[in-house]
């Protein structure tokens, strides 16, 4: 696989212009070879041939192996979560988690029994298939996006329902997340994505990019006695009430979407995915019955498309007091009287009656990497040096791809350690 990706790197060349679709079901055919990129692979493989496992050394702490230990014999009692905002882990009560799911599946989940899943998963995977071929046999749909749309049919897994902490509210709260890549819907979020990314860009108060929005901002020239302010929707995904966001959001997706038939298939697919969407926590399965299930694929797209009519609504009723308006899914930054403000992790200020932002280079570099199944007798260090041992030979082929090393296992290494977790007693 990390050959092939290779050679597809050397025979497709990066293209901004010319995205290809991710709605295709995978192929299996190979592309012709490259001398130094079969060079490179061959060499790796014969270093990688050498390798010998040696003594391994911990280099945990007593610190370390004092707070396993703790961690080991309190594990009726706390756990260890992700934080919000990507701010590492933190070490909770299981009560508090169990308070906290409780709180959220309140809002808009209903428990399922055995029998009620079956029925509600075998109902939803008709309406799909009926949906699929009946837009296919109009012309709608081609065979290869049929056939991927279908292709996780026969998945009867439900998602897995979490909560993030969010350390950096007083008092500490959580964050619902279902994550439902595994459920047999899971094609129609990326085709939903692909097909709703255009509309969302056509809107101009959405944020598509940082970039787009300095740019923005740099031809801006700023009224006098003017600030930024932010805002943020206050629990944006369970708020929504799906009746009036399929109000909303349908007569801009038929303002966007040419064609009838294709934006009817969009609408019916987008309705499917959020009744079909089922969660599990503690062997307990519940159905999302209200509300958009935060962590579903196309959450983003229908969020920003659904608030599009009140960013109208605030620039049609604040035109004296507003000139500028941006959002970016559930965050607004409006442009109102002097002063500094953060969004979207750019400083922004005002200078002169011109905008002033702090923007970081950056270069885009496409990656490949080689995954390694997890094994704590490999040395990572040593196998990091063989890649790159005779890295010259495929940036010679291709040279515009950084080569990396990943586990290909779902173990966190970092949870060894524990000096960067957050220590909360919440509960």
Same mark, same amino acid.
Request: glycine share 4%; proline share 3%.
């Given at each position: 696989?990390? $050959?092939?990706?290779?050679?597809?790197?050397?025979?497709?060349?990066? !293209?901004?212009?010319?995205?290809?679709?991710?709605?295709?079901?995978?192929?299996?055919?190979?592309?012709?070879?490259?001398?130094?990129?079969?060079?490179?692979?061959?060499?790796?493989?014969?270093?990688?041939?050498?390798?010998?496992?040696?003594?391994?050394?911990?280099?945990?702490?007593?610190?370390?192996?004092?707070?396993?230990?703790?961690?080991?014999?309190?594990?009726?009692?706390?756990?260890?979560?992700?934080?919000?905002?990507?701010?590492?882990?933190?070490?909770?009560?299981?009560?508090?988690?169990?308070?906290?799911?409780?709180?959220?599946?309140?809002?808009?989940?209903?428990?399922?029994?055995?029998?009620?899943?079956?029925?509600?998963?075998?109902?939803?995977?008709?309406?799909?298939?009926?949906?699929?071929?009946?837009?296919?046999?109009?012309?709608?749909?081609?065979? $290869?996006?049929?056939?991927?749309?279908?292709?996780?049919?026969?998945?009867?897994?439900?998602?897995?329902?979490?909560?993030?902490?969010?350390?950096?509210?007083?008092?500490?709260?959580?964050?619902?997340?279902?994550?439902?890549?595994?459920?047999?819907?899971?094609?129609?979020?990326?085709?939903?994505?692909?097909?709703?990314?255009?509309?969302?860009?056509?809107? $101009?108060?959405?944020?598509?990019?940082?970039?787009?929005?300095? $740019?923005?901002?740099?031809?801006?020239?700023?009224?006098?006695?003017?600030?930024?302010?932010?805002?943020?929707?206050?629990?944006?995904?369970?708020?929504?009430?799906?009746?009036?966001?399929?109000?909303?959001?349908?007569?801009?997706?038929?303002?966007?979407?040419?064609?009838?038939?294709?934006?009817?298939?969009?609408?019916?697919?987008?309705?499917?995915?959020?009744?079909?969407?089922?969660?599990?926590?503690? *062997?307990?399965?519940?159905?999302?019955?209200? *509300?958009?299930?935060?962590?579903?694929?196309?959450?983003?797209?229908?969020?920003?498309?659904?608030?599009?009519?009140? !960013?109208?609504?605030?620039?049609?009723?604040?035109?004296?007091?507003?000139?500028?308006?941006?959002?970016?899914?559930?965050?607004?930054?409006?442009?109102?009287?002097? *002063?500094?403000?953060?969004?979207?992790?750019?400083?922004?200020?005002?200078?002169?009656?011109?905008?002033?932002?702090?923007?970081?280079?950056?270069?885009?570099?496409?990656?490949?990497?080689?995954?390694?199944?997890?094994?704590? !007798?490999?040395?990572?260090?040593?196998?990091?040096?063989?890649?790159?041992?005779?890295?010259?030979?495929?940036?010679?082929?291709?040279?515009?791809?950084?080569? *990396?090393?990943?586990?290909?296992?779902?173990?966190?290494?970092?949870?060894?350690?524990?000096?960067?977790?957050?220590?909360?007693?919440?509960?």
């Amino acid at each position: 696989m990390f $050959h092939r990706q290779l050679l597809l790197r050397k025979m497709f060349p990066a !293209d901004a212009a010319k995205r290809v679709s991710r709605c295709r079901v995978s192929s299996t055919w190979q592309p012709a070879g490259n001398g130094r990129i079969d060079a490179f692979i061959r060499l790796l493989r014969d270093d990688l041939a050498e390798f010998e496992a040696s003594n391994i050394r911990s280099n945990l702490t007593w610190l370390d192996c004092k707070a396993q230990m703790w961690l080991k014999q309190h594990r009726d009692t706390v756990c260890v979560i992700d934080c919000d905002k990507g701010l590492g882990e933190a070490i909770v009560l299981r009560s508090w988690v169990n308070e906290q799911v409780a709180l959220q599946l309140s809002h808009g989940y209903v428990q399922l029994n055995p029998a009620e899943l079956l029925l509600k998963m075998n109902g939803c995977k008709q309406r799909a298939d009926v949906l699929v071929q009946f837009f296919r046999s109009s012309g709608v749909l081609s065979l $290869h996006q049929a056939r991927f749309l279908l292709s996780k049919l026969n998945s009867s897994s439900a998602g897995c329902f979490i909560i993030l902490a969010k350390v950096h509210k007083h008092p500490v709260a959580s964050r619902p997340v279902c994550n439902v890549r595994c459920m047999w819907f899971g094609p129609f979020n990326v085709f939903l994505v692909e097909q709703l990314n255009p509309v969302v860009n056509a809107l $101009h108060t959405v944020v598509t990019s940082t970039d787009s929005l300095l $740019h923005e901002l740099g031809g801006l020239s700023c009224k006098s006695n003017y600030r930024f302010v932010t805002l943020d929707v206050v629990n944006l995904y369970p708020s929504i009430d799906r009746q009036h966001l399929c109000q909303t959001i349908v007569p801009c997706l038929r303002r966007h979407i040419p064609n009838h038939q294709k934006c009817t298939f969009i609408i019916r697919a987008l309705e499917l995915v959020m009744d079909a969407c089922v969660v599990s926590f503690n *062997g307990e399965v519940y159905e999302s019955q209200d *509300g958009v299930a935060t962590g579903l694929g196309v959450a983003c797209q229908v969020a920003n498309i659904y608030l599009s009519s009140f !960013d109208n609504f605030l620039m049609q009723s604040c035109d004296n007091y507003l000139q500028f308006l941006r959002r970016y899914i559930d965050d607004l930054l409006l442009l109102w009287s002097d *002063g500094n403000v953060h969004f979207l992790d750019v400083a922004l200020h005002i200078e002169h009656n011109r905008i002033a932002a702090k923007q970081r280079d950056r270069n885009i570099v496409r990656q490949v990497f080689l995954k390694v199944p997890f094994n704590k !007798d490999l040395n990572v260090r040593w196998l990091h040096r063989q890649i790159h041992k005779h890295y010259a030979l495929a940036h010679q082929a291709v040279w515009n791809v950084r080569i *990396g090393l990943c586990w290909s296992t779902g173990m966190n290494l970092f949870r060894r350690r524990y000096k960067d977790v957050w220590l909360y007693r919440v509960g």
